[in-house]
């Protein structure tokens, strides 16, 4: 079916099911956990080889786990998520028998535009929401992890009817199709440039809209902070999927005294993880040569405006004749705001290092001068310098002393602010978000419009009612 049909059969679909019950609703969600589990080593395959390598380890953990974890979570937790949320009613219409809570309803069909670089957890983790809230889902995903997207298309039918959940492939005509439709919800991931585009689109149809972008999350290092942990932390989130994560550490603020300590913490925790690059089964591709030639431009671009670039390469590898399109760390330090790597959210394995003098509110003068970003790490014991950090410094979320580790939390709502995104997920922030919260208003037996003076003629009742209000 095209798009405008699979839409019209969801949509058909929803609304001689509604309501939706919990049954339903658990079937899926237990259809869609099924889907990954049962063909995991297929997924793991076809993501290696959309990457040119990807371990299966990682895969295993950061796509498939990381899939199969919130459907889990949204199975134990829906029958406490769609109870009815009862609410207060105004003086004296409760006394008098007035009732009011809002009911959690299915908004119809969301539809999914997921990206590249975790091609099955970005497509399975709003899944988990959008079902659990009672909703059908169309999903576009990526053209850069082809074999990916063809798996979807081929497992999906085994475990779901194209009118509860349908899969897109294809280039940018097919993602500007796609998010011109008039969906119930929308739910983009990927780069803010991107997300603007997808944001024009949708307001044509009046579609609401959840854009989970990325941005340049900084690391402050505090005052105190333990050096050699801060830094292994850092270089984990950093060199995981070879810094491909919206949420990777993209830049260092560290305390001008302890700048070649960070410089040289990293370079032993990067070491240590990874004592080759190129036939390491571990390290990550970057996931196409566009990409990589993009990262190689903005290191020679830093260089040439003056900063010094120091590559961490244990093995001593040339990658100049590999075909492996591995890249290793670029620590830039010296990186001023004329740097591409300072201008642009980075996605790749550079990491500029910059010292600040003084206190922490010269960093946190730092991160406020730039756009908000979707996360922020802190390392540091100093609980007043923590709290200084978190009172005076805006970010979708924040880790503190270590990165990343907050998207993975099912019960705290995962996204950005600003040019970072807008809306959330995750857990029962997901499930309100693929949710229309109607509100719900029974009114007393007794003739309340007659009591509160709305009944003309007006009088001593209706002022009564006036004054009650404003006081």
């Known amino acids: 079916m095209t798009l405008d049909e699979t839409l019209q059969a969801q949509r058909a679909a929803f609304n001689a099911e509604?309501?939706?019950?919990?049954?339903?609703?658990?079937?899926?969600?237990?259809?869609?956990?099924?889907?990954?589990?049962?063909?995991?080593?297929?997924?793991?395959?076809?993501?290696?080889?959309?990457?040119?390598?990807?371990?299966r380890e990682q895969s295993m953990l950061t796509d498939v786990a990381a899939s199969i974890a919130p459907i889990k979570h949204a199975l134990r937790s829906l029958d406490v998520w769609a109870k009815r949320d009862k609410r207060a009613v105004q003086f004296p219409l409760g006394l008098l028998g007035a009732r009011a809570w809002v009911e959690y309803q299915p908004k119809g069909v969301v539809g999914v535009i997921a990206p590249w670089n975790f091609p099955v957890n970005l497509v399975m983790g709003p899944?988990?929401?959008?079902?659990?809230?009672?909703?059908?889902?169309?999903?576009?995903?990526?053209?850069?992890?082809?074999?990916?997207?063809?798996?979807?298309?081929?497992?999906?039918?085994?475990?779901?009817?194209?009118?509860?959940?349908?899969?897109?492939?294809?280039?940018?005509?097919?993602g500007k199709a796609f998010s011109e439709l008039p969906f119930d919800h929308l739910i983009f991931t990927g780069a803010t440039g991107i997300g603007r585009h997808i944001l024009h689109a949708a307001a044509d149809n009046l579609t609401p809209v959840t854009l989970e972008l990325g941005g340049k999350s900084p690391v402050l290092i505090g005052q105190n902070a333990d050096i050699a942990r801060a830094t292994e932390r850092v270089?984990?989130?950093?060199?995981?999927?070879?810094?491909?994560?919206?949420?990777?550490?993209d830049y260092m603020l560290v305390p001008e005294a302890q700048e070649q300590a960070v410089v040289d913490g990293l370079k032993a925790a990067v070491s240590a993880m990874y004592p080759t690059l190129l036939a390491n089964p571990d390290y990550t591709a970057i996931i196409n040569d566009r990409h990589h030639q993009r990262l190689?431009?903005?290191?020679?671009?830093?260089?040439?405006?003056?900063?010094?670039?120091?590559?961490?390469?244990?093995?001593?590898e040339d990658f100049a004749g590999s075909n492996a399109r591995k890249m290793p760390l670029h620590i830039v330090r010296n990186a001023t705001d004329y740097m591409i790597v300072m201008q642009e959210e980075i996605f790749g394995p550079i990491l500029p290092v910059r010292s600040y003098a003084g206190g922490i509110d010269s960093a946190i003068d730092e991160v406020n001068r730039r756009d908000r970003p979707l996360g922020l790490y802190y390392f540091g014991p100093d609980e007043g310098e923590r709290r200084r950090v978190l009172d005076r410094t805006i970010s979708g979320g924040v880790t503190i002393d270590d990165v990343v580790f907050h998207v993975s939390m099912e019960d705290l709502p995962f996204g950005g602010v600003g040019p970072s995104g807008m809306g959330s997920y995750h857990g029962f922030d997901g499930f309100k978000t693929f949710s229309h919260a109607k509100a719900v208003f029974k009114q007393a037996k007794l003739d309340v419009a007659k009591l509160a003076g709305l009944k003309p003629p007006y009088g001593k009742a209706t002022m009564t009612s006036v004054r009650r209000q404003m006081k």
Request: net charge negative; proline share 5%; hydrophobic share 45%.
């Open 235 to 249: 270089a984990i989130g950093k060199m995981l999927n070879a810094g491909q994560i919206c949420l990777a550490p």
């Open 18 to 55: 509604l309501p939706v019950s919990l049954t339903v609703r658990k079937d899926r969600l237990k259809r869609a956990a099924e889907m990954i589990a049962d063909n995991a080593a297929a997924f793991c395959d076809a993501l290696s080889e959309d990457f040119g390598h990807r371990s």
């Open 127 to 174: 899944i988990a929401g959008i079902f659990a809230a009672g909703n059908r889902a169309m999903v576009k995903t990526s053209e850069f992890t082809p074999r990916t997207a063809a798996l979807f298309e081929t497992v999906s039918a085994q475990y779901f009817a194209p009118d509860e959940l349908a899969f897109f492939s294809g280039g940018p005509e097919v």
């Open 296 to 316: 190689t431009d903005w290191v020679d671009d830093a260089r040439a405006k003056g900063a010094t670039v120091e590559v961490v390469n244990p093995g001593g």
